[in-house]
């Protein structure tokens, strides 16, 4: 079992920016997949960013390319991710996520992740 941890959000206004950390402890080398969720109230949680921790290949959603940037330091078992221009369409709990793929690609699903952080909160203000 991996146990994940975020820090990092807070209350920005637009334009600015905010550094979200994720530190994992447990079984980290049995998961290969690594994520930064978000889930607005009333919408589905959705993957802002992945990353297959073996290469480092990383995954980025739409609304989220160019401004976000996924990272690892996997000397600290950390996971982090770099958000800027922030949007107030940005606003959202944030969640980092890790799973097992054996090399598959990371996917988008949040039901295909095994563990999961309690959240951070960021908010945007216009």
């Known amino acids: 079992q991996v146990q994940l941890v975020e820090s990092g959000g807070g209350s920005v206004q637009a334009g600015g920016s905010l550094r979200l950390s994720c530190a994992a402890s447990?079984?980290?080398?049995?998961?290969?997949?690594m994520g930064w969720f978000r889930q607005a109230p009333g919408k589905e949680r959705e993957r802002v960013a992945g990353?297959?921790?073996?290469?480092?290949?990383?995954y980025y959603a739409d609304s989220v390319k160019g401004r976000f940037t996924i990272s690892q330091d996997n000397t600290q078992h950390t996971l982090y991710l770099q958000m800027n221009s922030l949007k107030p369409e940005d606003s959202a709990m944030y969640y980092c996520?890790?799973?097992?793929?054996?090399?598959?690609?990371?996917?988008?699903?949040?039901?295909?992740?095994?563990?999961w952080g309690q959240g951070t909160q960021v908010t945007v203000s216009s």
């Open positions: 447990g079984y980290t080398y049995s998961r290969d997949c």
């Open positions: 996520a890790a799973d097992t793929r054996w090399g598959r690609p990371c996917p988008r699903d949040p039901r295909e992740y095994k563990d």
């Open positions: 990353i297959f921790t073996g290469v480092g290949t990383t």
